[in-house]
């Protein structure tokens, strides 16, 4: 079974080949002054173009769907909830890991209060 790869470049290649063949048939139809023909090699040169051109968005979509999903940590945090726990503390003692753990039971918590009622994003709010 053939890659993907191969696919896109064989498949690339026989777009590059037909836009070939057709340049060539405009330029015989332009010494030979056949217009038709002009017309015909031009337009199918142009459907060509934008075949291949949709072809390679089409294999570049299908590319970014194949790659793998970035990897959450052990405690369910984003890269930059990661990030962010890794920097809340200046306390050298704590690990990464460690840093991540409190973070993540921080945000827990945080979430829990908001469902229960106890803490709303209000709170302090000064209303006149």
């Keep these: 079974m053939a890659s993907y790869d191969e ?3 064989q498949a690339m290649a ?3 080949s037909a836009i070939v063949e057709q340049q060539a048939a405009f330029e015989r139809a332009t010494l030979a ?6 017309i015909r090699a031009s337009q199918e040169l142009a459907a060509l173009r934008v075949q291949a051109n949709e072809y390679h968005a089409m294999c570049v979509q299908h590319a970014e769907t194949m790659r793998p999903a970035p990897q959450a940590s052990k405690y369910g945090l984003s890269e930059q909830e990661r990030e962010v726990a ?9 690990s990464n890991d460690e840093r991540e753990r409190i973070y993540a039971e921080q945000r827990a918590k945080y979430r829990q209060m908001r469902a229960d009622g106890s803490y ?3 709170q302090g709010m000064v209303r006149r």
């Design 33 to 38: 002054g056949d217009v038709d023909e002009q």
């Design 120 to 122: 709303r994003d209000d």
């Design 86 to 94: 890794h920097n809340w503390t200046s306390d050298a003692s704590l």
């Design 7 to 9: 696919i896109y470049r």
């Design 14 to 16: 026989g777009y590059r």
